[in-house]
C-alpha cells in the first residue's frame, strides 16, 4: 500500500516571499502521478500541480513549481511571490498508472500567507 | 461549465439516526468518487463508480454505509445508522473517464454526529 507523508502540519510565510511544502511518499511503484491539492478554507478542493513520475523535468504552473526527486520519494511544492489568496489547506497526493482515479493523500499543511 | 454539485451543506444528526448526501458531477463526467475527510486528515477514498457500476469500494464501510448511482449521473451516499466517528466532510468528486487523472471536487458536505 502507498502511504503519503506530510511532515509540516503548519506553516506561514509573508506576503511575496517563497514557501516549501514537503511532501515524501512510499511505494514499490515505478509508473505513477502526484499531485499537490488546495483546500482554500469553506471552499472545494483544487488542483494545482501535476507530475508524471517518468517526466524527469519538474512541472511548473506559473508560481508554482515542483521538486521531484523520485529515489528519494521526495515531492515538495515551492510557491514563489506568496499571495494572500494562497492561504489554505494543501495536499500532497499519490495515484498508481494502473489504478488511475484512486488517489492517496497525505494528511495536509496549513498555509498561512500573512500581509 | 457547473462543476460538481454537492447537497446539503452541513448536517447535524444525533448517532444512530440515518442520514443521505447527494451529488451531481460535472455533465458528461463517466466517473465519481466519494471521500471521506475527518478533521486534520486528507480524504479517503470511499467508492469509486464508473457509470452506474462501482469500481472500488474496497474501503467503504458496508455494514452502514452505501451508495448508488442508477442511472450513471447523480450519486447518494446514505449512513444508517451513523456513529460518532463518522462526524467528517463527506467530498464528492468527478472525472471525465476512469483512467483520467485530473479530478474535480464538490465543496463537500460537512457532517457533524452529536
Known amino acids: 500500500a502507498q502511504t503519503v507523508t506530510q511532515s509540516q502540519p503548519e506553516m506561514s510565510v509573508q506576503e511575496a516571499e517563497t514557501v516549501t511544502l514537503s511532501c515524501t511518499y512510499d511505494t514499490s511503484e515505478n509508473n505513477y502521478y502526484l499531485f499537490w491539492y488546495k483546500q482554500p478554507p469553506s471552499r472545494q478542493m483544487i488542483l494545482v500541480i501535476r507530475q508524471e513520475a517518468y517526466k524527469q523535468q519538474n512541472a511548473t504552473e506559473n508560481r508554482f513549481s515542483v521538486n521531484f526527486q523520485k529515489a528519494a520519494k521526495s515531492f515538495s511544492l515551492k510557491i514563489s511571490d506568496s499571495q494572500l489568496g494562497d492561504t489554505a489547506m494543501y495536499f500532497c497526493a499519490f495515484m498508481k498508472y494502473t489504478n488511475a482515479g484512486k488517489s492517496t493523500f497525505g494528511d495536509g499543511t496549513t498555509l498561512t500567507v500573512k500581509p | 461549465e457547473a462543476g460538481v454539485a454537492q447537497s446539503p451543506r452541513y448536517k447535524i444528526i444525533e448517532k444512530r439516526q440515518s442520514v443521505a448526501f447527494w451529488c451531481n458531477p460535472i455533465?458528461?463526467?463517466?466517473?465519481l468518487y466519494w471521500y471521506q475527510q475527518i478533521l486534520g486528515q486528507g480524504p479517503k477514498l470511499l467508492i469509486q463508480?464508473?457509470?452506474?457500476?462501482?469500481?472500488?469500494d474496497s474501503q467503504l464501510p458496508k455494514d452502514r454505509f452505501s451508495a448508488e448511482r442508477l442511472k450513471g449521473v447523480d450519486s447518494t451516499l446514505k449512513i444508517q445508522p451513523a456513529k460518532l466517528e463518522d462526524s467528517a466532510v463527506y467530498l464528492c468528486a468527478s472525472s471525465l473517464a476512469s483512467g483520467m487523472v485530473t479530478q474535480y471536487f464538490g465543496p463537500g458536505t460537512r457532517l457533524t454526529v452529536l
Open positions: 463508480f464508473q457509470n452506474n457500476g462501482v469500481v472500488d
Open positions: 455533465s458528461g463526467h463517466a466517473t
